[in-house]
Each structure stands twice: as C-alpha cells, then as structure tokens.
C-alpha cells in the first residue's frame, strides 16, 4: 500500500514543452497574443510584441558584448518594464540572469560580484554607486537606449538548450557565505507550463510583488509571461497593506503570491482587500490555522494554496489545495508534489519510512537545480545520487537533500515538521522546534510565534519563544503556558516568553531569527499581581529565585514554573538553598510549593527539624556578602 502511494505520488507526469527554452516559449507566446498587454507598471504598459521587440535589441547589444551560452549578466534594477526587459534580454541572448539586490550588505554583494565574475552589469543609475567596486561593464537601462535601440529588434539566434543555465539565485550559506544555486530552463518551464498546482492562463493577472533575488519572482513572472497573461508590476517600495489592497482593487489582480508572513498581516489587518483573487498562493514559512480558517470563512471564489519549495528545486515542489473546514489542532500541509516532480520520505540510511513516520524529504524530477556555482563538494553533499530501483530495473536518481523533516499523512498529503538543523538538543533530549511552534499557534490569543534555543551565560540551551498576539487579546504568559504544560513534555515547555508586537524578516518575507532580541530580564506579565518579600527569609529566596531563573523582581506568589522554571534549574535552586541558606530541601518540595510565600511557610514550620530560624537568618546574613560579590563577578542574560 505505501509502495502504491509512492508510485501514485510520483506519477504526475504531463504533456509540457520540456525540450523548450523559456525565452522560445515566450517568443511563441508573442506570435499567439502580439497585442495583449504583457506588462503594467504604474501609467506605463507594453504588449507583448513590444516587450519582444526590446528585449531582442537588448539581448542584440548584449551578444556583441559576448553574452552568450552559460555567460552570467548580473542585473540590478528596481522593478520597472525595464527590469522584465533586461531579464528576458539576458535569456535571449543565451545567458544567465544574477539577481543583484542593493539593500544586501556590501560585503554580501561583493561576495557574489566575485563568484560569479560577471562582465556585464544591467542596471540604472541612480544604482551604480550602491554596488561595491567591480569589473563588469554597466548598461544603465534608463539613460542607454540610445546605443540600444540601433540592434535589430528582431528574435536573435541561439543554441540554447533546457539544460543551460536560466538564473543564479544566492541563498544563505550555514557557512555564512551565501551560496549561488544554479537553475537552468527546464526547471522553471516545468514549474509552469501544463502543470497541475495552480491555473495559468491568458485570462490571469498577476501581481509581481516578490524581490527578483527571491524565487518567488520566477513564479510570478514567467508564470504570467509563459502564457499570455497580464503581469503588474508592483512599485519598488515595499507597499503598506492598505496600498497592496489599492492595487489589487486597481488592476483586478487574480494570481497572488504571499510570504506567510505577509499572508497572515493581511487577513489580519486587510482581508477584504483579498476579495478580487481567484488563486492565492501563500508559503514559505508555516501557515498559521487561524489565518487560513479565517481566509476561507472571509474570502469566496479564491483558492487558497499552500506552496512548499526550496530553490533547488525551483521554486515549487509540493502544493495543496486548502479547503475548509480545517480541524483546530493540525498543522497546514504542504500537500502533494507538482507536476514533474517526485519526492521521498528517507531516514538516515537512505531507506524510505514507514507511513507516518519522520523522515527527511528528498526531491527528484525536472525541477531540479544543477547545483551550487563554484561549490562542487557541496553540489555532491545535497545532490545525492541514489539507486532507486530493484535488480530488474535498475535506477539511479540524483535527489536533492532538503534537511527537511515531513512525514506522509493517512490522505497521501505530507506534513512539514521542521528544519533538521533546527533540532535541538535539551537536557539530552532531541527537540524538534517546528513542534513547539506548531502547539503555541493552537494558542487562541497567538497570531504569529517562532521558537529558538539559545544560551546562557553557563552555556546551557534553553527555548524561548517568541510571541506576537492578537490586537486585542487578553494574553497572559502563564495562560499559554498551562495551555502547552497539556500539550507537550516539560522538557520542551519553553523556559522564556517573548512578546513583540511583529516577528522581524529577512527581505524575503521569512523570519529572521537573527534578529530576534535576547529575552530581558524583566518580570513577565503575569496575572498574578506583583507582591514584594516582606521577610528576611522571603527576600533571600526571592534573591536566589532571582538570580537562578535571570528574572527580576519575583513576587512571592509568582509561580516559578510561571516564570520558566525547568526541573534543571529547580535542581540548581535546590543547591542554592543548601550552599547559602543551608536548608536541605527536595526537589519535590520545590515542586510542591512553587512560590516564595509557599516555600516561606512550609520552611518555617519545619523550623523544628531545620537549623533555628534565628541561626537560618544569621548564617544568610554571613554569606550574603560572598553572595554579592560573586554575582558582580558573573555574567547574566541569556
């Protein structure tokens, strides 16, 4: 049965121009449909014949300069008709687009500006001081058309093939250098010619939104312009909901693509605005349930579609048609492969795993990348060769190795689970993070979370997470927390709750979990009114409190579990007490009497089988000044 699920997965196969170069499928395109409007941007538009005609003396200009077969052009323009311009001109000429964005870091321009060794630049000017120092020769497509427009505009001559190059895409690097993931033709006219995920077809208008250096972009783009749609370009500045709302309403939009992130702002603050769609793509990151239950109950006549892919893989390689009703407690898939792609679900030996089990998610088919520019041992690391047949029918497969974890829902759907780099190790437990975060988004009160591990000043992990909550909401830390203490093992109960008005992201819409601010060390609001020590043992337990769970002040009736205590540092406060109190005391008791009131009360009254209270109070006062001192001499913060 799970052999038939595989094979009826991975066999998607349909009639689509796989021997055909993008740049011919849109020539085709343009004999079809010469006076439909291909793009909009602003006041301005172009047929497609028009665009044709420009790019061919573009790409004309461009051979005489030497682009040709696998030659990189590096293109750096905001988005304008000029920008759709020089990428189909690059492709034209027979080279490779390199997606150059000024607002990354110089050195991380740099970087790409000497891997990729360009020796032609399209860009404008205002542009060409933003760009570190380099080599190429600039075409500035706002003051250049002069020289440009004396090449023919009609189609020029190439040898292409779908196994060229189309585009170098730089994605972060675990090594911290940003790698160039090679993509050729036949990815991308796979991802959208006679496909099975999304309606392509000259009737849609699509909105290009996405930055090119994200591969969203090849989605929006070549979607639209590889079958005669109308593509509108948005304004380079990043738009404001309410003006992303404008738009759509302006120009119709029917095609959609949207970050989650992003998604999940707009069904928030501006859902109506997605009224006039008929698809909506979302992805990226996991989708939030309440979002999507509120989308569908809102927004009619859209289907909304859960869109998973690396860049290795072109863009797309799993999608899923989110229809409603959606149960409160599962996660979102990311559904099936596309057309043209298949996947496995393989553990660490390489061997497929049992229906419903974890597994690593490893991707074959026509989407495929080449691999990384200039990274041969890391092209081999992530595009594996594998023997995917038996003695009969021998099969050998390169797989890209996505470090993702899935596991196959009973439907035949797959389940994202989370980043194998983002397993965690916690007291000696493995801890996926994505399942943390799947549980607070459960939470009613939370709109967007993301958890990370980070560590103390002793070194050790510790999970914090980041909340971001409803307008409006009535949250409560340890409401969230009594809520995930029912759904998860207290080793995976995060020890910090963060709350941020919004998760920062990266220019491509994800989370940048870089950026994410240590946890402070300020009281968590709590319901639980703050109450000061009122006695000389309450103080030095709030003291020792204080200093173990990096929180001040504690109340003496805060529940310290409520303040992220874990059975680790309930052990280290356990010691605590014995070195500077000299109290011996159970763990157990820790846990059956979790606040400083509590704790106080049962001390007291055990006083005739513990030191005097009065020899209690004076061997504190003893110690308090090593006490001090070492604490000056300690680092704090997690």
């Not at 079958?227 to 309410?242: A, E, W």
């Not at 605590?576 to 159970?586: A, F, H, K, N, V």
Request: hydrophobic content about 40%.
């Amino acid at each position: 049965m799970q052999k038939q699920l595989l094979l009826d997965l991975n066999h998607n196969q349909t009639a689509y121009p796989r021997n055909k170069s993008i740049h011919q499928l849109f020539e085709e395109q343009v004999e079809k449909t010469p006076d439909a409007i291909a793009l909009v941007f602003q006041a301005q538009q172009l047929t497609y014949q028009e665009l044709n005609q420009r790019a061919n003396q573009l790409a004309q200009y461009l051979q005489t300069l030497g682009v040709g077969k696998e030659v990189l052009v590096g293109i750096c323009l905001e988005r304008s008709l000029d920008m759709i311009v020089g990428l189909l001109a690059i492709l034209k000429a027979g080279g490779a687009y390199v997606p150059l964005d000024t607002a990354y870091p110089q050195e991380r321009l740099a970087f790409m500006l000497a891997d990729t060794k360009i020796s032609v630049l399209l860009t404008q000017q205002e542009l060409v001081n933003k760009l570190p120092p380099h080599t190429a020769r600039v075409i500035c497509l706002d003051t250049d058309w002069e020289i440009i427009n004396q090449h023919p505009s009609e189609n020029p001559n190439t040898s292409i093939t779908p196994e060229n190059l189309a585009y170098v895409m730089y994605t972060s690097g675990s090594t911290g250098q940003p790698k160039g993931v090679s993509v050729v033709h036949r990815g991308v006219v796979r991802l959208v010619k006679a496909t099975n995920y999304a309606n392509f077809s000259n009737t849609e208008v699509f909105l290009q939104l996405a930055p090119i250096s994200f591969d969203a972009s090849t989605f929006e783009i070549w979607g639209c312009l590889l079958n005669g749609g109308k593509l509108v370009i948005c304004p380079s500045q990043t738009p404001s909901l309410k003006e992303l709302g404008e738009i759509i309403e302006k120009y119709q939009i029917t095609t959609l693509w949207l970050t989650a992130g992003l998604f999940h702002l707009m069904v928030d603050e501006n859902i109506q605005a997605l009224k006039p769609l008929r698809q909506l793509l979302a992805g990226g990151d996991v989708l939030s349930v309440p979002h999507v239950q509120k989308f569908l109950q809102t927004v009619e006549n859209c289907q909304l579609i859960n869109g998973y892919g690396p860049t290795e893989n072109t863009t797309f390689t799993c999608c899923h048609y989110i229809t409603a009703p959606i149960k409160p407690d599962v996660s979102i898939p990311i559904g099936r492969p596309i057309a043209h792609t298949q996947i496995y679900i393989l553990d660490d030996q390489l061997q497929p795993v049992e229906m419903g089990a974890t597994g690593e998610l490893y991707i074959g088919g026509d989407g495929l990348a080449r691999g990384y520019l200039n990274r041969p041992e890391l092209t081999a690391e992530r595009f594996i060769q594998l023997d995917m047949g038996d003695e009969e029918n021998p099969q050998s497969l390169t797989l890209y190795k996505t470090g993702d974890l899935v596991r196959y829902l009973p439907d035949g759907n797959i389940e994202f689970l989370g980043r194998i780099d983002n397993q965690v190790k916690i007291r000696g437990f493995r801890i996926e993070l994505g399942e943390i975060e799947r549980e607070i988004a459960q939470y009613p009160d939370v709109r967007e979370n993301v958890v990370v591990a980070r560590q103390d000043a002793t070194g050790e992990k510790k999970l914090v997470a980041y909340i971001v909550p409803h307008q409006g909401s009535t949250y409560k830390q340890e409401r969230l927390r009594s809520f995930l203490q029912q759904r998860l093992p207290e080793y995976m109960l995060p020890s910090a709750f963060v709350v941020l008005e919004s998760l920062p992201l990266t220019a491509n819409g994800k989370v940048d979990r870089h950026k994410l601010p240590a946890p402070s060390r300020e009281r968590p609001q709590l319901e639980q009114v703050y109450i000061a020590p009122q006695t000389d043992l309450q103080r030095q337990l709030a003291s020792i409190w204080s200093d173990v769970l990096n929180i001040e002040p504690v109340g003496i009736d805060d529940n310290f579990f409520d303040l992220g205590a874990t059975s680790t540092l309930i052990m280290q406060i356990a010691a605590r007490l014995q070195q500077e109190l000299g109290i011996e005391l159970s763990v157990v008791k820790l846990f059956q009497y979790p606040t400083i009131a509590g704790l106080a009360k049962y001390l007291n009254a055990e006083q005739h089988s513990q030191p005097s209270y009065d020899r209690l109070q004076s061997r504190a006062q003893r110690q308090q000044a090593a006490v001090s001192a070492r604490r000056r001499h300690s680092p704090r913060g997690v």
